[in-house]
Every structure is written in structure tokens, then in C-alpha cells.
């Protein structure tokens, strides 16, 4: 249950039906009284929107979203809460994650371990994970259990218990798992170390799912202070994607989500990165490496403070590393010194975000030689422009992912949760086909000018071990 980038690739399965959920709903008991106020109306999508999504925000505050899609009974029924690692303490690294994990270990009403059962007996699936700006919690379900998952959802909203003898043993399951995904694969401690060493100052420096000596102080009560302090409904989102009509949904929603309470959300207040001085380095050599690779990271805003940079940098980073047409490979690849290259922007992000380069020298290529070349051609990128036919295939590339997404029973959801956890709009999603088409061979150059920059870059190697070279 750790950070799931590729989400969007979540393997769908066939889900039955069996019985009526009304029924099984009923069988939960009853959750506090409505809160007082009115339900906001319904908003349509506007026309031509990427998924077509609706939305409604209950009395309580919590943000509804509906996506509908009727090639199949069946939904998506995911709840998003604006909370993760980096809203953590400082010194509880992995509270967010750990308390995660917790969240199948049983309500008031619920004994530990029957939701996801609940969810298999009734032909469905269910998972959960967290990143640093946001807490997920996802079913796959047919249509008629719907009404079933929101009531058991909005049941550990509000009931966790968080019993010591469920803690106990969940802690090390969360230490097992930090030692499979980071700490036995020397990819992922490289990855670690070099974000830890690139954010001087924020949290998102720190890893999502923690230090273990820091998984091991978290004690019950710092877990049920954070609990208290962010599972509520006016700090999470709703979000249905399938064979579903928003005004069920939003009829559904009130009678259960609608009947928690827990005052306003809580205000995100995180440290900030000082601005950009020098350049830094990190080495790191392991046995098991057998071939180097290099990683270059540069200081870039979020979609959130400018829009019409990050849709720019989104098209400089295909631009520049995605695949044999881009400017890294045709320089480093075709030129005999790379195996492989690549670039990254990761613009939903609720602070400052950073632009990734990354390649791999082929077998015999010193490293030295690799970097320069890299550094050469960034140099050269920034310097020119960048050419309209390299612009005008990244966008046809781009679009053209954005007509697949809409096939996904959880590409919708899972865009469009992240994106109001991040404090987007839901046009940003809904309308980022138009706006990247929009994006000149001028407005790439000069993100590129405006980001491509020595100082507050980062640049990692990880190499093999001495005398373990291939």
C-alpha cells in the first residue's frame, strides 16, 4: 500500500454481482445525524471535457465528483484526502502511510480486517495508497454494491479504533515493506537519498513511506491526532467513476458521507525551500549495480502557482526525452554514449516540484563522458530554439493519450482525485487537451530557459560498486 505511480494502469477484473446492496447497507449501523445545511446543486462538465465529469459538495464539505461511464455495471468508488507525508511532523515520517494501512484494521462497528473482505464477497476489489500530498481509498465494484462501499467508507471516516494490538503488528508489516520496496532494490535507496538531498527544506525531501527508526517511534496517539486532524469530510473528495448518474450518487453520498461531521479542513502549513544556491552531488555505489545511471533534477513550479508553465514543461519534458524522436535520445542514444534516455515534470504537486533528466551510458561509456554530453546538450536546447515539428509531434503524442484515459475505469478517478487534492481545479484536467494545444515552440523555450539552470540542480550517480564494473 505504498505510493502507486501508475495507478492509471490498476489491472481491472471481473467483478459479479450477488444480492441487493441496499440490503447489505441496512445490515451497517447507523452513522451520527445529518449535518445541518443544504447540499450544493449539481455542476455539469462543460462541453468538450476530457472525462465529463460532474460534481456536487455535500453540507459538510466534502467534494463530490462523478464521472459517468456505462460501458459496464460496474464503478470505481474512490475517496481522496488531502493529507500525506508531507503534512507529517517533523521526526514521524510515514505516520501518513502507516496510518494507511491501519485504516483495514477495524471500526466501532466493523472488526478488523471484514472491509476488504466484505468488498471480495461481494465480487469487488479494494487497496489504498499515499503519496505526499494526498491519502487514497479505492473499490472496484458492481454498480448495486455502491451504496454499500460509501457506507463502510464513511464508516472508517468517522469509527477507526486504532487498537494497540492491531499497531503492534502493523508496524512491522510496514518495516517488511520498507525493506522489499526501498531498502533490497538500490534503485529505489538511491532515489531516496537524491530527493532527500535535493528539497533542503520540505517535506517532500522526506520519504513517503518513512525513516524506519522513525516507523518505529510512531505511537497510537500521534496516529489518532493525525486521524482526527484529517479524516474528516470537508478535507476529502468523492470521486465515482462508471455506470453511475450523479444525482444517485449525490442522494447516495448524503446519507452517508453526509452524516459525518468534523469542522473545516485543516490548513496546509509547510516549510519552504530557500531559494536556489549552488549545485549539489550525490554518489552512491551498490554490489548490486552491474550498469551506472545518472539522474539530473532542477527546481520547477507546480501546476498550481503557473499553469501555463507547467503545461509548457509538460511538453518540453516529451520534447527532450520521450523516446528515439526526442533531443536526449538523438544526441546521447544515437550517438553510441547512452543505452537509454528519458525526462519527467511532475506538475500536480501542491508546492514546488522539480524537472527530472535521466540516461544510462552504455556498457563501456565512462560516466564522465555521459554527463557532459548531457550537460552539452542542455546547454544547446536552452540556447536555441526549440524546433515547431519537435512541438507539434510531443502534442499530437500527448492529446492522444488523453482519448485512451477515457477507456480506464480508474484513469478518470484517479486524474482527477489528484488533481483537487493538490488544490487544481477540475478544469485543469478537463481542459488540458485544449490548453496544451495551445503551447508554442516560444513557450517551451522559455520554460526550458527558466528551469534548465545550474543552480538548485542536483545531479546522482549510481554506480556500481569498485572493481564490480562490467
Same mark, same amino acid.
Given at each position: 500500500?505504498?505510493?502507486?505511480?501508475?495507478a492509471?494502469?490498476?489491472e481491472?477484473r471481473?467483478? !459479479?454481482?450477488?444480492?441487493?446492496a441496499?440490503?447489505?447497507?441496512?445490515a451497517?449501523p447507523?452513522?451520527p445525524?445529518l +449535518?445541518?445545511?443544504t447540499?450544493?446543486?449539481?455542476?455539469p462538465? /462543460?462541453?468538450?471535457?476530457v472525462?465529463?465529469? *460532474?460534481?456536487?459538495?455535500l453540507?459538510?464539505?466534502?467534494?463530490?465528483?462523478v464521472? $459517468?461511464?456505462?460501458?459496464? /455495471?460496474?464503478?470505481?468508488?474512490?475517496?481522496?484526502?488531502?493529507?500525506?507525508?508531507?503534512d *507529517?511532523?517533523?521526526?514521524?515520517?510515514?505516520l501518513?502511510?502507516f496510518? *494507511?494501512? !491501519?485504516?483495514?484494521?477495524?471500526t466501532?462497528?466493523?472488526p478488523?480486517g471484514?472491509?476488504?473482505?466484505?468488498?471480495?464477497?461481494?465480487?469487488?476489489r479494494?487497496? +489504498?495508497?499515499?503519496?505526499?500530498?494526498?491519502?487514497?481509498?479505492?473499490?472496484?465494484?458492481?454498480?448495486?454494491?455502491?451504496?454499500?462501499v460509501?457506507?463502510?467508507?464513511?464508516?472508517?471516516?468517522?469509527n477507526?479504533?486504532?487498537?494497540?494490538k492491531?499497531?503492534?503488528?502493523?508496524?512491522?508489516?510496514?518495516? *517488511?515493506?520498507?525493506?522489499?520496496?526501498?531498502?533490497?532494490?538500490?534503485r529505489?535507496?538511491?532515489?531516496?537519498? !537524491?530527493?532527500?538531498?535535493f528539497?533542503?527544506?520540505? /517535506?517532500y525531501?522526506?520519504?513517503?513511506?518513512?525513516w524506519?527508526?522513525?516507523?518505529r517511534a510512531?505511537?497510537?496517539?500521534?496516529?489518532l491526532?493525525?486521524?482526527?486532524?484529517?479524516?474528516?469530510?470537508?478535507?476529502?473528495i468523492?470521486?465515482?467513476? @462508471?455506470?453511475?448518474d450523479?444525482?444517485?450518487?449525490?442522494?447516495?453520498?448524503?446519507d452517508t458521507y453526509?452524516?459525518?461531521?468534523?469542522?473545516?479542513?485543516?490548513?496546509r502549513?509547510?516549510?519552504?525551500?530557500? $531559494? $536556489?544556491?549552488?549545485?549539489r552531488?550525490?554518489?552512491?555505489?551498490?554490489?548490486?549495480?552491474?550498469?551506472?545511471s545518472?539522474?539530473r533534477?532542477?527546481?520547477? $513550479?507546480?501546476?498550481?502557482?503557473?499553469?501555463?508553465?507547467?503545461?509548457?514543461?509538460?511538453?518540453?519534458?516529451h520534447?527532450?526525452?520521450?523516446?528515439p524522436?526526442?533531443?536526449l535520445?538523438?544526441?546521447?542514444?544515437?550517438?553510441?554514449?547512452?543505452a537509454?534516455?528519458?525526462a519527467?515534470?511532475?506538475?500536480?504537486t501542491?508546492?514546488?516540484?522539480?524537472f527530472?533528466?535521466?540516461?544510462?551510458?552504455?556498457?563501456?561509456?565512462?560516466?564522465?563522458?555521459?554527463?557532459?554530453?548531457l550537460?552539452?546538450?542542455?546547454?544547446?536546447?536552452?540556447?536555441?530554439?526549440v524546433? @515547431?515539428?519537435?512541438?507539434?509531434?510531443?502534442?499530437?503524442?500527448?492529446?492522444?493519450?488523453?482519448?485512451?484515459?477515457?477507456?480506464? !475505469?480508474m484513469?478518470?478517478?484517479?486524474?482527477?482525485?489528484a488533481?483537487?487534492t493538490?488544490?487544481?481545479?477540475?478544469e485543469?484536467v478537463?481542459?488540458?487537451?485544449?490548453r496544451?494545444?495551445?503551447v508554442?515552440?516560444e513557450?517551451v523555450t522559455?520554460?526550458?530557459?527558466a528551469?534548465?539552470?545550474?543552480?538548485?540542480?542536483?545531479?546522482?550517480?549510481?554506480?556500481?560498486?569498485?572493481?564490480?564494473?562490467?
Amino acid at each position: 500500500m505504498t505510493d502507486i505511480r501508475d495507478a492509471d494502469h490498476i489491472e481491472r477484473r471481473t467483478l !459479479l454481482a450477488a444480492g441487493a446492496a441496499g440490503a447489505a447497507l441496512a445490515a451497517l449501523p447507523a452513522l451520527p445525524a445529518l +449535518a445541518q445545511a443544504t447540499t450544493q446543486a449539481t455542476t455539469p462538465s /462543460p462541453a468538450g471535457s476530457v472525462f465529463g465529469a *460532474e460534481t456536487f459538495t455535500l453540507a459538510n464539505g466534502m467534494k463530490g465528483v462523478v464521472i $459517468p461511464m456505462s460501458r459496464a /455495471p460496474v464503478v470505481a468508488h474512490m475517496v481522496w484526502y488531502r493529507v500525506g507525508a508531507a503534512d *507529517e511532523t517533523t521526526g514521524q515520517s510515514g505516520l501518513a502511510h502507516f496510518l *494507511e494501512h !491501519l485504516m483495514f484494521k477495524g471500526t466501532t462497528t466493523l472488526p478488523a480486517g471484514q472491509f476488504s473482505r466484505r468488498v471480495a464477497r461481494e465480487g469487488g476489489r479494494d487497496n +489504498a495508497f499515499t503519496g505526499h500530498d494526498y491519502t487514497a481509498y479505492f473499490q472496484q465494484v458492481a454498480a448495486d454494491r455502491l451504496p454499500l462501499v460509501m457506507g463502510m467508507e464513511a464508516d472508517r471516516m468517522t469509527n477507526l479504533l486504532l487498537d494497540e494490538k492491531d499497531i503492534a503488528p502493523e508496524r512491522l508489516v510496514v518495516i *517488511e515493506e520498507r525493506r522489499q520496496v526501498v531498502d533490497n532494490n538500490p534503485r529505489s535507496r538511491f532515489r531516496e537519498r !537524491l530527493q532527500n538531498a535535493f528539497f533542503v527544506n520540505h /517535506p517532500y525531501g522526506r520519504p513517503i513511506i518513512g525513516w524506519e527508526s522513525e516507523i518505529r517511534a510512531i505511537t497510537r496517539d500521534n496516529l489518532l491526532a493525525f486521524y482526527r486532524q484529517h479524516y474528516r469530510p470537508s478535507n476529502a473528495i468523492l470521486v465515482v467513476q @462508471g455506470a453511475a448518474d450523479t444525482e444517485a450518487v449525490r442522494r447516495m453520498a448524503e446519507d452517508t458521507y453526509g452524516r459525518v461531521t468534523g469542522g473545516p479542513a485543516p490548513e496546509r502549513a509547510r516549510p519552504q525551500e530557500p $531559494p $536556489p544556491l549552488g549545485t549539489r552531488r550525490v554518489t552512491v555505489r551498490d554490489a548490486r549495480v552491474r550498469e551506472p545511471s545518472l539522474s539530473r533534477m532542477y527546481p520547477a $513550479p507546480s501546476a498550481r502557482a503557473d499553469q501555463g508553465v507547467a503545461d509548457a514543461l509538460d511538453v518540453a519534458a516529451h520534447v527532450l526525452g520521450s523516446g528515439p524522436s526526442s533531443i536526449l535520445w538523438k544526441a546521447l542514444v544515437d550517438s553510441g554514449l547512452a543505452a537509454s534516455t528519458g525526462a519527467w515534470y511532475g506538475g500536480d504537486t501542491v508546492d514546488q516540484t522539480e524537472f527530472a533528466l535521466s540516461a544510462a551510458p552504455r556498457p563501456g561509456v565512462a560516466p564522465e563522458r555521459v554527463e557532459a554530453a548531457l550537460d552539452e546538450t542542455i546547454a544547446k536546447a536552452v540556447q536555441a530554439e526549440v524546433a @515547431g515539428e519537435q512541438v507539434e509531434s510531443a502534442i499530437r503524442q500527448l492529446t492522444a493519450g488523453a482519448a485512451f484515459a477515457r477507456d480506464s !475505469l480508474m484513469g478518470g478517478a484517479r486524474t482527477i482525485g489528484a488533481a483537487l487534492t493538490v488544490g487544481l481545479p477540475i478544469e485543469s484536467v478537463e481542459a488540458w487537451p485544449t490548453r496544451i494545444r495551445t503551447v508554442t515552440p516560444e513557450r517551451v523555450t522559455a520554460a526550458l530557459r527558466a528551469v534548465l539552470k545550474e543552480e538548485g540542480s542536483i545531479t546522482g550517480w549510481l554506480l556500481p560498486a569498485e572493481g564490480n564494473r562490467s
